[in-house]
C-alpha cells in the first residue's frame, strides 16, 4: 500500500534576546520598569511597593541594564492613559531616545484599553523601544508580538467592564437601601 507522505509542522518559538545574549554581546540598555495600582488603599498601596521591590531585584540581576527609573502611578485607572503621569513621563523619555525597553509585570498593569495598549506599543516600536510584558511574556521586539499581546489586552479591558459593573451593581443596591 502507497502511505501518504506525513507532513511535519514546525513551530518555531522566538528566543527572547532579553534572557538570551552572549555576554560578549552586552551592550548596556536603558530600562525603564512601569508599575500601577488602581486605587490608592493601603493593600494597593503595598501591591505598588512590591511591585517596586521586584523590579529593583530585576534590574540588580541584570548588569547590561541601566536603570532609567521605575515609574509609578498610584490610584489610577488603567482605562485611560489620562492622569497618569509617570507614565507619560516614561513615554516621554522613551519618545526621546531615552529608554530602549520598557517591563512591566503584566499587560493589565500597562493599559487595560486595547487600543490605548496597541497603539502606544506601536509608537513606541516606531522609535525602536520594546516592551516587556514579563507575566504575560510577550516582548514587543519579537515577530509575532501583536496576538498574544491582543488577546492579553482583550482579557484585561474585559476584566476592568466587568470590575465597573460590579461596583456600578453595589452602588445601585446601596442607593436602593438609602446610602447615598
Known amino acids: 500500500a502507497n502511505m501518504p507522505e506525513l507532513q511535519k509542522v514546525v513551530t518555531v ?8 545574549t552572549k555576554k560578549s554581546d552586552y551592550r548596556k540598555l536603558n530600562v525603564a520598569a512601569y508599575c500601577r495600582v488602581s486605587t490608592d488603599d493601603k493593600d494597593q498601596r503595598n501591591s505598588l ?12 540581576d541584570n548588569p547590561n541594564w541601566t536603570n532609567v527609573g521605575i515609574f ?3 490610584g489610577l485607572s488603567g482605562t485611560s492613559l489620562n492622569k497618569r503621569t509617570a ?16 517591563i512591566t509585570k503584566e499587560v493589565s498593569r500597562f493599559s487595560r484599553n486595547v487600543q490605548d495598549l496597541l497603539n502606544t506599543v506601536e509608537e513606541l516600536r516606531k ?3 520594546y516592551v516587556w510584558f514579563l507575566s504575560d511574556n510577550i516582548y514587543t521586539e519579537n515577530k509575532g508580538y501583536r496576538e498574544p499581546l491582543n488577546v492579553a489586552g482583550n482579557s484585561a479591558e474585559n476584566e476592568s467592564r466587568k470590575t465597573s459593573n460590579r461596583v456600578k451593581w453595589g ?3 446601596k442607593m436602593k437601601q438609602g446610602v447615598v
Open 49 to 60: 511597593e512590591a511591585q517596586k521591590q521586584f523590579f529593583e531585584y530585576y534590574f540588580e
Open 127 to 129: 522609535n525602536k523601544v
Open 171 to 173: 452602588q445601585m443596591q
Open 72 to 74: 509609578a502611578d498610584e
Open 13 to 20: 518559538i522566538e528566543a527572547n534576546p532579553l534572557l538570551t
Open 87 to 102: 507614565f507619560q513621563q516614561m513615554y516621554d523619555l522613551a519618545m526621546m531616545g531615552k529608554i530602549d525597553i520598557i
